[in-house]
Antibody, heavy 118, light 108 residues
Framework: QVQLVESGGGVVQPGGSLRLSCAAS????????MHWVRQAPGKGLEWVAL????????YYADSVKGRFIISRDDSKNTHYLQMNSLRAEDTAVYYC???????????WGQGTLVTVSS | EIVLTQSPATLSLSPGERATLSCRTS??????LAWYQQKPGQAPRLLIY???NRATGIPARFSGSGSGTDFTLTISSLEPEDFAVYYC??????????FGQGTKLEIK
C-alpha cells in the first residue's frame, strides 16, 4: 500500500531555514510527480510546490517562489522541500502528496508541523 | 490565477439527508476539478477527480457533476462519518493547483 511519511518539521526563527523530507513506499516513486501542500492553523489548503516525475521541472506557488526549493532523490524514494527565509506566515502543517493526473493528489502523508516564531 | 469559491461556508444537515456542495471557478477549468474530504487532525482524502469520477474506494453515495465554471459534490444520504470539511481543487491552469476555501459539513 502507498505510504508517505514526512519528517523535518519543527520550530524555527524568522529568516531561518528548514528542510522537510517525504519518504515514499508502495508505488514506483520515479514514475510520479510529487507535491507539497500546506495548511495554516485553522485555515484551508494551500498548494506549495510540485516536482515532475523525471525531476526536469519544478513549480511553485507565488507565496514561496524564490525561497523554497523542491527536489527528489529517486534512489531513496524521497523528496524534499528546502525552506529558506522563513516567515511567520509559513507556519503550517506541511503535507507531501503523490501526483495524480498532473495536478491532483491521490495519496497524502500525515503532515509535519512547521512553526516560524521568535 | 484561477480562484475557486465554495458555498456554503457551513452546511448543517442530519444523517440520512442529502448534501449539495458547490464550487465555482473564476474561469473555465473544463472538467479538471477534484473534491477532497478532510476530517480533524487528518490529511485530506481524494473523493472525486475530473469532476465526476470517484477515486478508489470512495462509496457510491458521493457523486460529482459540472463542467466549465460550476461544479457540485453531492452526498446522497449522509452517514455519520461524512461530517467533515470538503475542498475543491482545479488542475486546468497551473501552477498553482488552487484549492477552494472549503465547506464545513456539520451535524444539525
Amino acid at each position: 500500500q502507498v505510504q508517505l511519511v514526512e519528517s523535518g518539521g519543527g520550530v524555527v526563527q524568522p529568516g531561518g531555514s528548514l528542510r522537510l523530507s517525504c519518504a515514499a513506499s508502495g508505488f514506483i516513486f520515479s514514475s510520479y510527480g510529487m507535491h507539497w501542500v500546506r495548511q495554516a492553523p485553522g485555515k484551508g489548503l494551500e498548494w506549495v510546490a510540485l516536482i515532475r516525475s523525471d525531476g526536469s521541472k519544478e513549480y511553485y506557488a507565488d507565496s514561496v517562489k524564490g525561497r523554497f526549493i523542491i527536489s527528489r532523490d529517486d534512489s531513496k524514494n524521497t523528496h524534499y522541500l528546502q525552506m529558506n527565509s522563513l516567515r511567520a506566515e509559513d507556519t503550517a502543517v506541511y503535507y507531501c502528496a503523490k501526483d495524480y493526473r498532473s495536478g491532483f493528489c491521490d495519496y497524502w502523508g500525515q503532515g509535519t508541523l512547521v512553526t516560524v516564531s521568535s | 490565477e484561477i480562484v475557486l469559491t465554495q458555498s456554503p461556508a457551513t452546511l448543517s444537515l442530519s444523517p440520512g439527508e442529502r448534501a449539495t456542495l458547490s464550487c465555482r471557478t473564476s474561469q473555465s477549468v473544463s472538467s479538471y476539478l477534484a473534491w477532497y474530504q478532510q476530517k480533524p487532525g487528518q490529511a485530506p482524502r481524494l473523493l472525486i477527480y475530473d469532476a465526476s469520477n470517484r477515486a478508489t474506494g470512495i462509496p457510491a453515495r458521493f457523486s460529482g457533476s459540472g463542467s466549465g465554471t460550476d461544479f457540485t459534490l453531492t452526498i446522497s444520504s449522509l452517514e455519520p462519518e461524512d461530517f467533515a470539511v470538503y475542498y475543491c481543487q482545479q488542475r486546468s491552469n497551473w501552477p498553482p493547483c488552487t484549492f477552494g476555501q472549503g465547506t464545513k459539513l456539520e451535524i444539525k
